[in-house]
């Protein structure tokens, strides 16, 4: 979530340091995880499911219904 709020702010160029610093970890443990930062780029843009699209699955009323 963080990465994700850098990117949108500082837009795809921002480096990896300064993702790291307003998630307070050091660049070396971003890269440990991520492994490059196009790939927690990509990961940080995905997203989320809406919310609305977990109530969906977890209503025991048939999907046709609900959209009825």
């Not at 990117?7 to 660049?27: I, M, N, W």
Request: hydrophobic share 50%; no cysteine.
């Amino acid at each position: 979530e963080i990465a994700r709020a850098v990117f949108l702010e500082r837009g795809p160029d921002t480096t990896t340091a300064a993702v790291a610093a307003a998630a307070g970890v050091s660049e070396a443990l971003l890269f440990k995880r991520f492994q490059t930062k196009e790939r927690l780029f990509q990961l940080a843009m995905a997203g989320t499911q809406p919310a609305w699209i977990a109530e969906l699955d977890a209503n025991t009323v048939p999907l046709p219904e609900q959209l009825e």
